[in-house]
């Protein structure tokens, strides 16, 4: 008796102590990121500004095009000092749009980098936001380390589902 009484008074606060349930969901980032992407155009973003570098990079280009068949056309006819004075301008050329194109690619990779940064992170408080909402205590990415999860626990269309709260909400004010 002592001894069942022994094991009561050990296992019993054990079992009136509240025990948290472990809910795990997954996610499907590129899913939310491809939506997301669509609805706020930041492609049509990168590639206005990648459309502009072009075109200064077509006319730096039909500069030295233009320059080249100057060269070609007036060759014979050119003195020396002329003909050099040409070939200095072709190179001079040559070097800015190599230099604009190096800098226009570098500020197009670094604008990608701040938009998909700061994507992230406003779809990141929407996925905390709806694990927290719904009770979740884990949350996973679909693609990675997760092998096998019951569709149920997806909770991709919620975090879109918020998203698109907050979107009509700002199309509204």
Same mark, same amino acid.
């Given at each position: 008796?002592?001894?069942?009484?022994?094991?009561?008074?050990?296992?019993?606060? !054990?079992?009136?102590?509240?025990?948290?349930? *472990? =809910?795990?969901?997954?996610?499907?980032?590129?899913?939310?990121?491809? =939506?997301?992407?669509?609805?706020?155009?930041?492609?049509?973003?990168?590639?206005?500004?990648?459309?502009?570098?072009?075109?200064?990079?077509?006319?730096?280009?039909?500069?030295? /095009?233009?320059?080249?068949?100057?060269?070609?056309?007036?060759?014979?006819?050119?003195?020396?000092?002329?003909?050099?004075?040409?070939? %200095?301008?072709? *190179?001079?050329?040559?070097? %800015?749009?190599?230099?604009?194109?190096?800098? !226009?690619?570098?500020?197009? @990779?670094?604008?990608? @980098?701040? &938009? *998909?940064?700061? &994507?992230? +992170?406003?779809?990141? /408080?929407?996925?905390?936001?709806?694990? /927290? *909402?719904?009770?979740?205590?884990?949350?996973?990415?679909?693609?990675?380390?997760?092998?096998?999860?019951?569709?149920?626990?997806?909770?991709? @269309? +919620?975090?879109? %589902?918020?998203?698109?709260?907050?979107?009509?909400? !700002?199309?509204?004010?």
């Amino acid at each position: 008796m002592k001894k069942y009484f022994l094991v009561m008074i050990l296992v019993l606060p !054990a079992l009136l102590l509240p025990k948290k349930i *472990t =809910k795990v969901g997954y996610i499907d980032i590129q899913k939310i990121i491809n =939506k997301v992407v669509t609805d706020q155009n930041l492609r049509s973003i990168l590639e206005n500004r990648r459309s502009d570098y072009l075109k200064n990079a077509d006319r730096i280009a039909q500069e030295i /095009q233009r320059l080249k068949e100057r060269l070609n056309t007036e060759g014979t006819s050119l003195t020396e000092e002329r003909r050099t004075q040409i070939l %200095e301008e072709i *190179t001079f050329k040559e070097d %800015e749009l190599k230099q604009y194109l190096e800098e !226009a690619n570098k500020e197009l @990779s670094g604008k990608e @980098s701040e &938009l *998909t940064y700061t &994507l992230l +992170k406003q779809i990141y /408080q929407y996925i905390k936001k709806t694990a /927290q *909402t719904e009770g979740y205590t884990i949350i996973m990415e679909k693609n990675s380390s997760l092998i096998f999860a019951d569709d149920e626990f997806d909770i991709t @269309s +919620k975090v879109i %589902e918020e998203l698109d709260k907050v979107k009509k909400k !700002a199309e509204e004010n």
